[in-house]
């Protein structure tokens, strides 16, 4: 649909009726990473937006056959590396699928502990960015955008207490977890979980008393809610256009089951309405955390033995897909194994991607200005998108 | 000293004080947006980040000056001298003192209206010379925004040359000696409520700064301009910011007036910082809204601003009128 509508334009001349065919990106301040957004303008208004995307593509999934299962954990952090805890969850869970590998009960409370930590950093990122797209870098958006990074460190400040890395963890290993929690991590969680929860009100009273922040937000870049399960959109997307669909509690994982996640859910389907739902996932997450660290049983971290080689683990032959709810939306890994110490084949789903494809369906229509406000509510990391 | 000779010297002297201020503005507001966001802001260059606006001028000098293969050469050069000469000619008629100040004419409102206003053209050159589709996308915005935001912009600036019964600066600073127009019951907060709006606009700040954009627009109109050409643009944009600042301190916040203002230098002192005051409440807005749409501006100035600002004056006129021009 688009495309037809994106090549056949004309560049501007002076009659002042003609469309003008406009480049964002894969250079530009609010390309989040490297995308390119082929626009089609009429004056302000965008009537056709061609999307490029590969220009961050690595090979990820062959990567994936060349490493083994002690090695590729690690690696599999680096698809989205926003919220990397995500992509080693599903690698690990799709291992522990096909390879019928039983994770004991602490580990499993140790991963949620770290998927909702991951997810409020996730948000916190979000939430920054989306607004310097709106407010700009030399304004009220630079502001949020300082504020939210700042929430940001302090979760990754205990990710690094944990296990030594601010980005790329390596936390999940086939069968449990590399890393204990360390004496005090609970209380330094606990600390650090109440002082979001107090500047998240601040958020939200700097964010939803602003005139302008609601007038940018209400009412953009609608998705109806056939729109969004005919694309297949998936996360706080999807949430937002009024479909509570949570792997958490739709197909629980890792002992999602034992917290009751409660799903928020808004119908308006617009930005205001997936910001709305982010906010509400960062409260439910802090909490998760608060009810996993309550309950958290005692035991090993893993059931897998120390090994002494990489090809050590070896998984019998055949086929799994395991999805996690990633900050996202549904992160899923499909692996084909053939008996060996690496992967035969492995497919990667990425939220990210599939979320992007809803963006030609909702930007015509909108001004340019539009664009960047519903790009961000999309939240794609481009690692994810071109893997 | 010839009469000549004299003007001469006080413009030289004002256009330095000027261009040394707006130097050191872009500091005060670096420090003051930075406070706002839990940072330290620029501390390395000299005590407490003091020498950092002269490093930064140093730093554009040194740049390569790049000019786009497809550009309009000739226009594309001149527009940021066009850009920068009303942003600086506004203040040949502000008086910083009783009697200290390029000319003090006696259509001054008019003349820094009239002039601020013309940036316009150097905006349009720039965007339209850089033959940059951001560039000229922004120029059209920038031509809407400012023709749109003129109108309420002088209307409320005229309320208190109404209540002053004169267009001379000096003359409407010396009507404030009983009473600061801003303090002036209901009409006087209006006035410089809707005066700052539409400053925010005219000077394109966030939340109104449609034709930076940079999330969407990279740079607007200036995203070819580097080095000096740059620097001109910035000093341009800082200095129309300054004054309009000291415009609406002498408007609404009585210019130089307060304990000692007969000493001109003592004067000079509060007027500086009443429009420091006005330029600060800027900085504020600017560093905490996000910005609006294109869209949304023109429906702000068209349908809210501008009847606003009519039924001001208009009232202002019968205030007048019923009482007299300068019963002050």
Same mark, same amino acid.
Request: charged share 15%; proline share 5%; hydrophobic share 50%.
């Given at each position: 649909?688009?495309?037809?509508?994106?090549?056949?334009?004309?560049?501007?001349?002076?009659?002042?009726?003609?469309?003008?065919?406009?480049?964002?990106?894969?250079?530009?301040?609010?390309?989040?990473?490297?995308?390119?957004?082929?626009?089609?303008?009429?004056?302000?208004?965008?009537?056709?937006?061609?999307?490029?995307?590969?220009?961050?593509?690595?090979?990820?999934?062959?990567?994936?056959?060349?490493?083994?299962?002690?090695?590729?954990?690690?690696?599999?952090?680096?698809?989205?590396?926003?919220?990397?805890?995500?992509?080693?969850?599903?690698?690990?869970?799709?291992?522990?699928?096909?390879?019928?590998?039983?994770?004991?009960?602490?580990?499993?409370?140790?991963?949620?502990?770290?998927?909702?930590?991951?997810?409020?950093?996730?948000?916190?990122?979000?939430?920054?960015?989306?607004?310097?797209?709106?407010?700009?870098?030399?304004?009220?958006?630079?502001?949020?955008?300082?504020?939210?990074?700042?929430?940001?460190?302090?979760?990754?400040?205990?990710?690094?207490?944990?296990?030594?890395?601010?980005?790329?963890?390596?936390?999940?290993?086939?069968?449990? *977890?590399?890393?204990?929690?360390?004496?005090?991590?609970?209380?330094?969680?606990?600390?650090?979980?109440?002082?979001?929860?107090?500047?998240?009100?601040?958020?939200?009273?700097?964010?939803?008393?602003?005139?302008?922040?609601?007038?940018? *937000?209400?009412?953009?870049?609608?998705?109806?809610?056939?729109?969004?399960?005919?694309?297949?959109?998936?996360?706080?997307?999807?949430?937002?256009?009024?479909?509570?669909?949570?792997?958490?509690?739709?197909?629980?994982?890792?002992?999602?089951?034992?917290?009751?996640?409660?799903?928020?859910?808004?119908?308006?389907?617009?930005?205001?309405?997936?910001?709305?739902?982010?906010?509400?996932?960062?409260?439910?997450?802090?909490?998760?955390?608060?009810?996993?660290?309550?309950?958290?049983?005692?035991?090993?971290?893993?059931?897998?033995?120390?090994?002494?080689?990489?090809?050590?683990?070896?998984?019998?032959?055949?086929?799994?897909?395991?999805?996690?709810?990633?900050?996202?939306?549904?992160?899923?890994?499909?692996?084909?194994?053939?008996?060996?110490?690496?992967?035969?084949?492995?497919?990667?789903?990425?939220?990210?991607?599939?979320?992007?494809?809803?963006?030609?369906?909702?930007?015509?229509?909108?001004?340019?200005?539009?664009?960047?406000?519903?790009?961000?509510?999309?939240?794609?990391?481009?690692?994810?998108?071109?893997? | 000293?010839?009469?000549?000779?004299?003007?001469?010297?006080?413009?030289?002297?004002?256009?330095?004080?000027?261009?040394?201020?707006?130097?050191?503005?872009?500091?005060?507001?670096?420090?003051?947006?930075?406070?706002?966001?839990?940072?330290?802001?620029?501390?390395?260059?000299?005590?407490?980040?003091?020498?950092?606006?002269?490093?930064?001028?140093?730093?554009?000098?040194?740049?390569?000056?790049?000019?786009?293969?497809?550009?309009?050469?000739?226009?594309?050069?001149?527009?940021?001298?066009?850009?920068?000469?009303?942003?600086?000619?506004?203040?040949?008629?502000?008086?910083?003192?009783?009697?200290?100040?390029?000319?003090?004419?006696?259509?001054?409102?008019?003349?820094?209206?009239?002039?601020?206003?013309?940036?316009?053209?150097?905006?349009?050159?720039?965007?339209?010379?850089?033959?940059?589709?951001?560039?000229?996308?922004?120029?059209?915005?920038?031509?809407?925004?400012?023709?749109?935001?003129?109108?309420?912009?002088?209307?409320?600036?005229?309320?208190?040359?109404?209540?002053?019964?004169?267009?001379?600066?000096?003359?409407?600073?010396?009507?404030?000696?009983?009473?600061?127009?801003?303090?002036?019951?209901?009409?006087?907060?209006?006035?410089?409520?809707?005066?700052?709006?539409?400053?925010?606009?005219?000077?394109?700040?966030?939340?109104?700064?449609?034709?930076?954009?940079?999330?969407?627009?990279?740079?607007?109109?200036?995203?070819?301009?580097?080095?000096?050409?740059?620097?001109?643009?910035?000093?341009?944009?800082?200095?129309?910011?300054?004054?309009?600042?000291?415009?609406?301190?002498?408007?609404?916040?009585?210019?130089?007036?307060?304990?000692?203002?007969?000493?001109?230098?003592?004067?000079?002192?509060?007027?500086?910082?009443?429009?420091?005051?006005?330029?600060?409440?800027?900085?504020?807005?600017?560093?905490?809204?996000?910005?609006?749409?294109?869209?949304?501006?023109?429906?702000?100035?068209?349908?809210?601003?501008?009847?606003?600002?009519?039924?001001?004056?208009?009232?202002?006129?019968?205030?007048?009128?019923?009482?007299?021009?300068?019963?002050?």
């Amino acid at each position: 649909m688009a495309d037809t509508l994106a090549r056949s334009t004309v560049e501007i001349g002076y009659g002042g009726s003609e469309r003008l065919t406009m480049n964002m990106g894969p250079q530009h301040p609010s390309a989040h990473g490297v995308f390119r957004a082929i626009l089609t303008l009429e004056g302000e208004t965008v009537v056709a937006i061609d999307a490029v995307i590969g220009y961050l593509h690595r090979c990820h999934e062959k990567l994936a056959e060349t490493l083994t299962y002690v090695q590729y954990p690690t690696i599999a952090s680096k698809t989205d590396y926003v919220s990397a805890m995500t992509a080693e969850l599903a690698y690990v869970a799709a291992v522990e699928l096909v390879g019928k590998i039983d994770v004991p009960r602490r580990a499993q409370y140790l991963r949620v502990i770290c998927a909702e930590l991951q997810r409020i950093a996730s948000h916190c990122l979000w939430l920054g960015t989306w607004c310097m797209d709106m407010g700009g870098a030399l304004g009220g958006g630079a502001t949020i955008f300082l504020y939210a990074i700042r929430e940001r460190e302090l979760i990754l400040d205990l990710f690094e207490t944990l296990t030594g890395a601010r980005l790329l963890y390596g936390f999940h290993q086939v069968g449990g *977890t590399r890393y204990d929690i360390p004496a005090g991590w609970a209380q330094q969680c606990r600390e650090t979980l109440a002082v979001i929860t107090q500047r998240l009100g601040e958020y939200e009273a700097m964010l939803e008393a602003n005139a302008f922040f609601l007038v940018r *937000t209400q009412g953009v870049g609608v998705i109806s809610r056939d729109l969004a399960e005919h694309v297949g959109v998936a996360g706080p997307l999807l949430r937002g256009s009024g479909v509570a669909y949570d792997l958490r509690t739709a197909a629980p994982y890792s002992s999602y089951e034992d917290f009751g996640v409660r799903v928020p859910v808004e119908s308006a389907g617009d930005c205001f309405a997936r910001y709305r739902v982010r906010m509400a996932e960062f409260r439910e997450s802090i909490r998760l955390v608060h009810a996993a660290l309550d309950g958290l049983p005692e035991g090993p971290i893993s059931s897998r033995p120390g090994v002494k080689s990489v090809g050590q683990v070896r998984i019998p032959k055949g086929e799994g897909y395991s999805r996690v709810e990633g900050a996202r939306g549904e992160v899923g890994c499909y692996l084909v194994a053939d008996g060996g110490p690496k992967p035969y084949r492995l497919k990667w789903r990425g939220a990210s991607f599939s979320n992007l494809a809803v963006l030609p369906h909702i930007i015509p229509g909108h001004k340019v200005a539009d664009v960047v406000a519903i790009m961000g509510s999309v939240d794609p990391v481009f690692g994810e998108v071109d893997r | 000293m010839p009469p000549l000779a004299y003007h001469a010297l006080v413009g030289f002297i004002v256009l330095n004080v000027v261009i040394g201020m707006v130097t050191y503005v872009t500091l005060l507001e670096r420090k003051f947006a930075a406070r706002m966001q839990s940072r330290i802001g620029p501390y390395y260059v000299g005590p407490r980040g003091l020498l950092q606006p002269i490093a930064d001028a140093l730093k554009l000098m040194l740049k390569e000056d790049i000019v786009p293969a497809r550009a309009d050469r000739f226009i594309y050069n001149l527009a940021p001298i066009a850009f920068l000469l009303p942003c600086i000619l506004i203040f040949a008629t502000l008086p910083f003192a009783p009697g200290l100040g390029v000319a003090d004419l006696n259509i001054g409102v008019l003349f820094f209206l009239a002039v601020s206003s013309l940036e316009i053209v150097g905006l349009f050159m720039g965007g339209w010379g850089s033959n940059n589709k951001y560039a000229l996308l922004s120029a059209m915005r920038a031509v809407n925004q400012i023709i749109s935001y003129d109108l309420p912009f002088v209307f409320a600036a005229f309320v208190p040359v109404l209540l002053a019964g004169s267009l001379q600066m000096s003359a409407i600073v010396e009507a404030q000696r009983g009473l600061w127009f801003v303090a002036y019951p209901v009409i006087g907060q209006l006035a410089f409520v809707l005066f700052l709006i539409a400053t925010l606009a005219a000077e394109n700040r966030v939340p109104f700064d449609i034709l930076e954009a940079e999330s969407e627009l990279v740079a607007g109109f200036r995203v070819e301009y580097s080095g000096m050409k740059f620097a001109l643009i910035q000093l341009g944009e800082y200095a129309h910011m300054i004054g309009t600042s000291f415009l609406g301190a002498l408007l609404f916040l009585g210019g130089w007036l307060g304990p000692g203002a007969d000493t001109p230098l003592v004067g000079a002192l509060w007027f500086l910082l009443k429009a420091m005051l006005v330029f600060l409440v800027v900085t504020w807005v600017r560093w905490s809204f996000v910005r609006i749409r294109v869209d949304h501006i023109l429906a702000v100035s068209w349908k809210l601003l501008l009847p606003a600002t009519l039924v001001l004056l208009l009232l202002t006129g019968f205030l007048v009128a019923a009482r007299g021009p300068h019963a002050g």
